[in-house]
């Protein structure tokens, strides 16, 4: 017999588990990410006739990244700042989506431990 309580809780974790399925759903749509960030900084060429010998410099982007355990710079193609950009928030939505499951799994558990207690009948 379950009582009004349990219920409750079962439904809960009902609604969890769709929330998860959904999100997982989400994050396994097959979008290409980039992993790391973009940012606009402004440098000078070197050039000595240049504006950017006495003005701030030229804006150039740049994708910083890790590969094999060092960090990466590169520069970014102008054609390519809007494609790379959009990967890079990809990227930034697909954590997001890890955080959220994660954050699901933890109110899941907590929501069984409180069924285990619930359940527990002591031994006489």
Not at 14 to 33: G, V
């Amino acid at each position: 017999m379950s009582t009004e309580k349990e219920e409750k809780i079962l439904d809960r974790l009902r609604q969890l588990a769709s929330q998860r399925a959904c999100a997982i759903d989400t994050l396994t749509q097959p979008n290409s990410l980039t992993i790391g960030s973009v940012h606009d900084t402004r440098r000078r060429c070197g050039k000595p006739g240049c504006y950017c010998a006495k003005e701030p410099g030229h804006l150039q982007t740049v994708l910083m990244s890790v590969s094999e355990s060092r960090r990466r710079c590169q520069l970014v193609r102008q054609d390519d700042v809007k494609t790379v950009r959009r990967s890079v928030a990809r990227y930034k939505d697909f954590r997001a989506g890890l955080r959220t499951i994660k954050a699901l799994d933890l109110k899941a558990l907590t929501l069984l431990k409180q069924l285990m207690r619930l359940r527990d009948t002591p031994y006489k």
